[in-house]
């Protein structure tokens, strides 16, 4: 089995930290905090680039506009189809 190195990232969301992990075998995409642990897991169904430029066009707008953490992550599952949050694992 072919094992493909994670995408990794840091951004600031409303003055916290956190830490974007991308697999791009599988299009898991983990946001965790400061301390490591995992704020949220989705799929994202597009490239670590165009994730990237998502990130990058809502820091962009959350200056202007105030958006909230909660407000990315709704975009965010919008973009990638289907959200791990809430599926039991097989």
Do not use: K
């Not at 301390?35 to 897991?41: D, K, L, Q, T």
């Not at 820091?59 to 709704?74: F, L």
């Not at 289907?82 to 599926?87: E, F, K, P």
């Amino acid at each position: 089995m072919l094992t493909t190195r994670p995408c990794t990232a840091t951004c600031v969301l409303d003055g916290m930290p956190v830490t974007l992990t991308f697999y791009p075998d599988n299009g898991v995409l983990r946001i965790a905090d400061p301390s490591g642990s995992c704020v949220r897991e989705m799929r994202w169904h597009s490239s670590w680039r165009a994730l990237l430029d998502e990130f990058r066009y809502y820091n962009e707008r959350g200056e202007v506009h105030a958006q909230g953490v909660d407000e990315m992550m709704t975009r965010i599952d919008g973009h990638s189809g289907q959200s791990l949050h809430g599926m039991a694992a097989a």
